[in-house]
């Protein structure tokens, strides 16, 4: 199993940036694929980034490509989320998720379903 823990969410004005962490704690992880996703008050938890623990390959949402960057360090076991240019619209609650199928598909997934592992979320709030 693998426990995650986020940080780095915070208040931000729009333009701004943030960096939220994820760190990884468990067996077999190395072979997962890590993920973020989002979810705003009255939304479903949407996709937003991931990345595969093994070569590092990312995948973006098309509403973040360009301005979220995601990346690992393996010496840290940590999962990094850059935000940069915020809007309000990504006003949310971000979680950092864990796909342990990702060793047997070698298939990143963008759905919530596919991910059996979850933090507890951190809060981002950009004003406008």
């Known amino acids: 199993q693998v426990q995650l823990v986020e940080s780095g969410g915070g208040l931000v004005q729009a333009g701004g940036s943030l960096r939220l962490s994820c760190a990884a704690s468990?067996?077999?992880?190395?072979?997962?694929?890590m993920g973020w996703f989002r979810q705003a008050p009255g939304k479903e938890r949407a996709f937003v980034a991931a990345?595969?623990?093994?070569?590092?390959?990312?995948y973006y949402a098309d509403s973040v490509k360009g301005r979220f960057t995601i990346s690992r360090d393996d010496a840290k076991n940590t999962v990094y989320l850059q935000l940069n240019s915020l809007k309000p619209e990504d006003t949310a609650v971000y979680y950092c998720?864990?796909?342990?199928?990702?060793?047997?598909?070698?298939?990143?997934?963008?759905?919530?379903?596919?991910?059996?592992?979850w933090g507890q979320g951190t809060q981002v709030t950009v004003s406008s």
């Open positions: 998720a864990a796909d342990s199928y990702y060793g047997v598909t070698f298939t990143v997934r963008t759905t919530t379903a596919s991910y059996d592992y």
């Open positions: 468990g067996r077999s992880f190395s072979r997962y694929a």
């Open positions: 990345i595969t623990w093994s070569d590092g390959v990312t």
